[in-house]
């Protein structure tokens, strides 16, 4: 492992945390039963939604904004892109691509 592969790792899982922490900040509460609901997709229009985790024993539901969805597919693309990099640095694969 290179000096400042161990640098980047420390930014990388930083990050990593930061947007982790952000998904559950835009993550709403049910309104009925307070847990931290879950993104569904509705059967018939094919519409996302938040739905109680513990449906079908609580119902409680909330739209989704498209704003909001927007920004969490955003967070969850670079999610993917840091754990890319964390794996990489972790086991010395393949250098980022030098895209400049
Ligand atoms: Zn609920």
Not at 2 to 13: F, G, I
Not at 20 to 43: G, V
Request: hydrophobic residues 30%; contains cysteine; charged residues 35%.
């Amino acid at each position: 492992m290179k000096s400042n592969d161990k640098d980047d790792l420390t930014q990388h899982l930083a990050r990593k945390a930061d947007i982790e922490k952000e998904l559950y900040r835009l993550t709403p509460m049910c309104p009925y039963c307070d847990r931290k609901m879950k993104q569904c997709i509705a059967n018939r229009s094919g519409k996302p939604f938040w739905g109680c985790p513990v449906f079908p024993h609580c119902s409680g539901f909330r739209g989704m904004r498209p704003r909001g969805a927007h920004r969490r597919r955003r967070l969850r693309a670079e999610l993917a892109e840091v754990m890319r990099r964390i794996a990489e640095t972790t086991t010395g694969g393949p250098d980022p691509a030098d895209d400049t």
